[in-house]
């Protein structure tokens, strides 16, 4: 860089005068000082000027230069002050390029002191922005979170089952439920705070343990009723030491699991595929949501076949050894993203991480200290740039009717559906959300994040409205009617989870990795929030002829989700275009 300035420099200063330019020569030059050689020269004479030092941030701006009327003082004095913070790195210059003019036509020989800096072409760019910055501690983080979910995905379906067999009524289930929601609305914001400030690998490997640990009680607990309790009251069941112990694990066990969910798909699988490759990032989250489908669907078969088989004992003792199985080979899991990304997860994220993390852990002041962080973190929640891609993502959690679930088979069964066409709307659902990861990583790379975003709210918002007119204009019992809302059910998933993916990779984005878990976790407690709201009001109106109020809320919800993105969208700050400035969107096409 210095020699490329002294040569421009040099050539510029000693040019003859020409035209309209002149005698004196306006300069726009970082911080250079302009000094006669050490012999003395004729007064009249303009003296060869050498470049002594280069200032690489202070600027100084319409400098005039008399070439031929300057004096060794006025080289030396005569230019604008510099701030005294600049720090000024001398380079010493030892061979200046001769003073002769400095041809600037196409024709003329350049001289050597320019070399030619490589352009990367567009596939070029588009290769490297699909390129993961560590392939092997990529595929090693897919591993671990297979196995990892693979085993929870098989405790979340196997407790609500061993509970179900145990005791007619729902309310113990619901219970449950409650209060682990509970649980991750009041703790995940304290939870990623503390992950925020804490180092990735010794969280990683506490948080699996504590996971662990806690199916492991809850297990015990299922297995001891099962064994000892006969027919109860539903009162009876829910004041039992037993069952408070479980209610009391299983919320612990909830949060434990979405905080490693969020470590991974919020912190992790950014430093693993780079933060300014959309592309990789985006088959990277696409990844991971096929994992987490089909360790959804893959973990409930395997116990349901294990049930069919064995006594439901057998089949909780079964998976208490595939919990105790699955720690060893996490915590080994862990150490090998780290190792195969050059140790990318020791980076340090924030200073004074031990204080906080003492301070968060203090239990004198954990009421204390709770309210704080959530305090704190609604207030950095609320003032991130893209608080409505978080936002919308929370009010997709709204949607509890129109979409597979407990009511929506309710629904069906009470409507008199056959069992059969229940259950393939549930695997079209399924299929509908697979295919959609395939869908949102091509959509990124052909539009951007942002218009891959808006496109998944738009067609979700369009196909449920169809499904909600359907369910108000014609009698789902007949076949067509149906069939069309079915259908249209089935393929809002589409765009339900292209946004997933696409919605995950924005908060990545714009969030800083210095607070990707505390807002993860702010986030995942208001979704909480949002769906305990919902299932108050599917407690209220219980009543299967209740259903379209409940219906048009869900799509209101999407709705309003779709229309506050887009908002966003067709109204962009400076903060957002600086943060997307290589998102399609904000990129001018050249003249």
Request: net charge neutral.
């Amino acid at each position: 860089m210095g020699m490329v300035t002294a040569t421009a420099a040099a050539a510029l200063l000693a040019s003859p005068p020409q035209g309209h330019l002149g005698r004196r020569c306006h300069l726009v030059v970082p911080g250079l000082r302009l000094r006669p050689p050490a012999s003395s020269s004729p007064p009249h004479a303009a003296p060869p000027l050498r470049l002594s030092n280069f200032v690489p941030r202070c600027y100084i701006t319409n400098v005039e230069v008399d070439v031929s009327h300057t004096s060794e003082q006025e080289a030396l004095d005569d230019h604008p002050p510099l701030l005294p913070a600049c720090a000024i790195p001398v380079v010493h210059l030892r061979d200046v390029p001769d003073a002769s003019p400095f041809p600037l036509h196409e024709s003329a020989s350049h001289s050597t002191d320019f070399e030619e800096l490589p352009v990367l072409s567009e596939g070029e760019l588009h290769t490297i922005a699909a390129t993961p910055a560590h392939p092997a501690g990529l595929y090693a983080l897919y591993a671990s979170y297979l196995f990892g979910n693979l085993v929870e995905q098989l405790w979340n379906f196997a407790w609500p089952a061993a509970l179900a067999i145990l005791h007619p009524s729902l309310l113990p289930v619901a219970i449950v439920g409650f209060f682990t929601k509970l649980s991750v609305f009041i703790g995940a914001p304290i939870v990623g705070k503390l992950m925020d400030h804490f180092p990735r690998i010794p969280m990683y490997t506490g948080l699996n343990a504590v996971q662990v640990a806690t199916q492991l009680i809850s297990a015990a607990m299922v297995i001891y009723a099962m064994k000892n309790v006969t027919h109860a009251s539903t009162s009876a069941v829910v004041l039992k030491p037993w069952f408070i112990a479980l209610v009391a694990a299983g919320a612990i066990e909830r949060l434990a699991g979405l905080a490693l969910g969020v470590a991974m798909e919020r912190d992790w699988v950014v430093l693993l595929a780079g933060t300014n490759r959309p592309v990789a990032l985006a088959q990277a989250n696409a990844v991971l949501n096929r994992l987490d489908l089909v360790c959804e669907t893959v973990g409930a078969s395997v116990f349901g076949l294990l049930l069919s088989k064995y006594h439901p004992v057998t089949c909780l003792k079964i998976a208490c050894g595939l919990m105790i199985c699955s720690f060893p080979v996490l915590v080994v899991l862990g150490q090998l993203i780290n190792r195969f990304s050059c140790h990318a997860l020791d980076s340090s994220r924030t200073p004074s991480d031990e204080s906080i993390c003492a301070n968060l852990l203090d239990v004198r002041k954990i009421v204390q200290n709770g309210l704080s962080v959530i305090r704190n973190g609604w207030n950095e929640y609320k003032q991130q740039t893209v608080l409505p891609a978080s936002v919308a993502t929370v009010f997709l959690n709204f949607n509890v009717a129109l979409a597979p679930g407990a009511i929506m088979t309710a629904l069906l069964m009470h409507r008199g559906i056959s069992p059969s066409i229940v259950g393939a709307f549930s695997g079209l659902c399924s299929i509908m959300g697979l295919v959609a990861t395939f869908i949102s990583s091509s959509l990124v790379e052909r539009v951007g994040i942002l218009k891959a975003g808006a496109a998944g709210l738009i067609v979700q918002a369009s196909l449920l409205s169809v499904a909600l007119i359907v369910y108000w204009t014609g009698s789902i019992s007949q076949r067509t009617p149906l069939l069309i809302f079915l259908a249209a059910i089935a393929l809002s998933r589409l765009g339900h989870m292209s946004y997933d993916v696409v919605g995950t990779q924005i908060l990545q984005t714009g969030v800083p990795a210095s607070k990707a878990n505390l807002i993860g976790g702010m986030e995942v407690s208001i979704s909480s929030l949002a769906e305990l709201v919902m299932l108050g009001m599917a407690i209220i109106a219980n009543d299967v002829s209740h259903f379209g109020f409940l219906a048009i809320l869900s799509v209101s919800s999407v709705a309003g989700a779709a229309w506050m993105f887009c908002q966003w969208l067709g109204n962009p700050t400076d903060e957002q275009r600086e943060l997307f400035m290589f998102d399609p969107h904000f990129q001018v096409e050249p003249i």
